[in-house]
């Protein structure tokens, strides 16, 4: 679906690795040019992951590059140059209306992935939004960020009737998902994408050419992510176009997505709209990947993807590694599957059975403000000699700084404000865990104040409190408000719920504290049950007391068997909620 010839539309794509494009004729570079005369240096060119897709196009044009079962049942298979086009087309409708924030509300489609290039390319500021926030954070954030259109998702648009009542005038693009493109049953995002190819072809043919596949500063703003919320009103975060290409180049690069002898198939568990997927839409474009869309995560769905279509990587929290292990068309599967499991701390019980089914789980951490990831547990040869519990307790550390960025570091808490000390790296005192460096984020969009506290002293403040081990590794205990202060002992209630899913019929223990007349505070701990068995609250008790090995202070005063827990869109436990239950709170 393009409105040029493939030929023109490749001449289009490789002009623009011509560094002197759109210059004067005079100012291309002999060995008598003066550097002077040259507008960019040689030996530059600014940092953006854009410029990845029409790459990508130009290279292997018929390469697959989208793989989605649409809302009617009918399975998409798209090539990188219909990829490719497809965003440009979306790039020039907004780039001939002069839009320059542009807001998304949709669930992993094609729509999202090429409104991420598209947006880019237009020279404009994406600001997604997470679908399962309420229709009050939803407008908040829209007003916040000052979109000036929205790309949504048919299934979505009742969720824009709030903030479309208080902002009538702009305007709502909507993505109906089907598998017509063009003519009367397509749906507006398609005409947009159509509208801006014609544009294009009659201003001049430019293609990506005319666009800003390469940005025009990295520092500008690339995406605003916007935090859950789920305590205060969300956070704009500002993400660089130059953050996201190295986030995105370290990305590739640690979870090995150009190892394979063809190419990745990578599936899209992770939400997109949480920090750009990780930066994972440029990290699987860039090696030419293929993107498995899910519009929702679907048990089955993926483990017939795993089983047929041979995926190769994907992302997701430990919560959703859990019921997907302990899913029932589970079984070994006869290639190996790379898991980046993020989002929360993982356990080595989970680690274990993630291997069992050759799901090799690789642990990485990081949050909004770092662009997702920014550490990893690098697996080292000699944890082969180790017990299998000790080497997979190893897995699950937070473990070193990623490629692009500088170390992560552990320090003091009871210090003055703004005070930067390191702990001691002896796997034992506590502080909280900073960063430096490539992948922290610019700050918090108007809100100077909270952007003031993110880099109080100069580094980038987790909130997550952790140790830091002699071989440099760090590993979280816990989120500051989380930590358990019983009869003076602090309790990790990350480490009490590892601890708990040990137990053969527990499949997921949320932990949070409660008061205690005696001790001051004590654990409950909120659990799920593998499907058919069953288990109360007094028997594991019982078990953690005499069989665990759960040391005696931390061992829960209560535990409460739920039929589900209560999870943010990327699979943290939501221990806010889990502290209004355990008050008495309706769970409803």
């Known amino acids: 679906m393009s409105s040029s010839s493939a030929k023109n539309r490749l001449t289009g794509l490789l002009a623009q690795f011509n560094p002197f494009a759109g210059h004067d004729s005079t100012a291309t570079p002999t060995t008598d040019t003066p550097s002077s005369s040259i507008s960019q240096p040689v030996n530059f060119h600014t940092l953006s992951p854009t410029f990845f897709l029409p790459r990508a196009a130009a290279i292997e044009p018929d390469a697959e590059a989208i793989y989605h079962i649409r809302t009617n049942n009918q399975i998409l298979r798209r090539s990188y140059i219909e990829f490719a086009d497809r965003a440009r087309g979306l790039a020039y409708f907004l780039k001939s209306h002069g839009y320059k924030r542009v807001g998304i509300l949709c669930p992993n489609t094609p729509a999202f992935l090429e409104a991420i290039f598209g947006i880019a390319a237009a020279g404009a500021v994406q600001v997604a939004v997470n ?32 903030y479309q009542t208080s902002k009538p005038e702009v305007p709502v693009i909507v993505d109906t998902d089907t598998d017509v493109s063009e003519g009367q049953l397509s749906g507006p995002f398609d005409e947009a994408v159509l509208e801006g190819l014609r544009f294009d072809s009659q201003t001049g043919a430019r293609g990506w050419d005319g666009l800003e596949a390469q940005a025009a500063a990295e520092e500008d703003l690339l995406a605003l992510a916007y935090t859950s919320g789920t305590t205060a009103k ?40 949480h920090a750009v997927g990780w930066t994972f839409p440029w990290a699987v474009t860039a090696v030419r990947g293929t993107h498995y869309c899910l519009r929702k995560i679907d048990y089955p769905q993926i483990w017939r993807l795993l089983k047929e279509e041979r995926i190769t990587h994907f992302n997701a929290a430990p919560t959703v590694n859990t019921l997907l292990s302990h899913s029932p068309q589970a079984e070994r599967l006869p290639q190996p599957v790379r898991v980046i499991v993020a989002a929360s701390p993982p356990t080595a019980y989970l680690f274990e059975k993630m291997t069992s089914l050759n799901l090799r789980p690789v642990h990485t951490y990081g949050m909004t403000e770092t662009y997702g990831p920014i550490t990893k547990s690098y697996h080292m040869p000699a944890w082969e000699t180790l017990p299998p519990s000790e080497r997979y307790e190893k897995m699950a550390r937070q473990g070193h700084g990623f490629l692009t960025s500088l170390p992560a570091r552990v320090i003091k808490t009871d210090v003055p404000e ?7 790296r002896d796997g034992t005192e506590i502080g ?3 960063f430096a460096g490539n992948l922290c984020s610019r700050g918090y969009y108007k ?25 440099g590794a760090i590993q979280i205990l816990d989120r500051a408000k989380d930590i358990i202060i019983s009869g003076g002992e602090n309790i ?6 590892a601890q708990l899913v040990t137990h053969p019929d527990i499949l997921e223990a949320g932990v949070v504290s409660v008061p205690d007349a005696h001790w001051g505070e004590r654990p409950k701990a909120f659990i799920t049950v593998k499907g058919g068995r069953e288990l109360d609250g007094e028997a594991v008790i019982e078990w953690a007391r005499n069989v665990s090995g759960i040391s005696k202070f931390m061992v829960p005063r209560e535990v409460e ?15 806010n909620v889990l502290r209004d239950w355990a008050k008495g709170a309706s769970r409803t």
Do not use: M
């Open 492 to 497: 990790s209630s990350v480490a009490l719920e």
């Open 234 to 273: 969300p956070k704009g975060v500002e993400l660089t176009h130059r953050g996201c290409y190295l986030a995105c180049l370290a990305n590739l690069v640690e979870s090995g997505l150009n190892v394979h002898e063809d190419r990745c198939r990578y599936l899209w568990t992770l939400p997109l709209f």
């Open 447 to 471: 809100d100077p104040e909270a952007t003031r506290k993110l880099f109080l002293g100069g580094v980038l403040h987790s909130g997550d409190l952790a140790v830091w081990h002699p071989d």
């Open 418 to 424: 703004g005070t930067v000390v390191d702990v001691r």
């Open 131 to 162: 679908y399962r926030l309420k229709e009050d954070d939803i407008a908040y954030i829209f007003t916040h960020s000052e979109v000036e259109v929205i790309i949504v998702d048919q299934e979505f648009l009742p969720l824009l009737q709030r």
């Open 561 to 575: 068997v739920v039929a589900e827990l209560p999870k943010t869109s990327t699979g943290k436990f939501r221990k």
């Open 432 to 434: 909280e865990v900073v």
